[in-house]
Nanobody
Framework: QVQLVESGGGLVQPGGSLRLSCAAS????????MGWYRQAPGEQRELVAT???????NYADSVKGRFTISRDNAKNTVYLQMNSLKPEDTAAYYC?????????????????WGQGTLVTVSS
């Protein structure tokens, strides 16, 4: 079974930092883009940041200069370092991965989502 498992969420004061991690496991042959999305209560899910296999990154304007996405390809893991957190960053954060998996009938592309980890920024 292939899956993404996230960790690192929690409660932090404004101006603080958190680091999220997301590890992919299972019969994964390769991973192209990995990313983080977030969804605040009553809002649609939105892109936070993505990173391609070669390291090219993309950020939402709202997090540029504060958040940094990185990945360890050997561990199939993506990270999100969040600094200078604001109350408006409060949301459930979801990991996403564009994978190719090995199945009983060969290889196929599969998009994975994590279960979500809650980040609350409040004093």
């Amino acid at each position: 079974q292939v899956q993404l498992v996230e960790s690192g969420g929690g409660l932090v004061q404004p101006g603080g930092s958190l680091r999220l991690s997301c590890a992919a496991s299972g019969s994964i042959f390769s991973i192209n883009t990995m990313g983080w999305y977030r969804q605040a209560p009553g809002e649609q899910r939105e892109l936070v940041a993505t990173i391609r296999n070669g390291g090219r990154t993309n950020y939402a304007d709202s997090v540029k200069g504060r958040f940094t996405i990185s990945r360890d390809n050997a561990k199939n893991t993506v990270y999100l370092q969040m600094n200078s957190l604001k109350p408006e960053d409060t949301a459930a954060y979801y990991c996403n991965a564009d994978t190719v998996i090995r199945g009983t009938q060969g290889y196929r592309r599969l998009e994975l989502w994590g279960q979500g980890t809650l980040v609350t920024v409040s004093s």
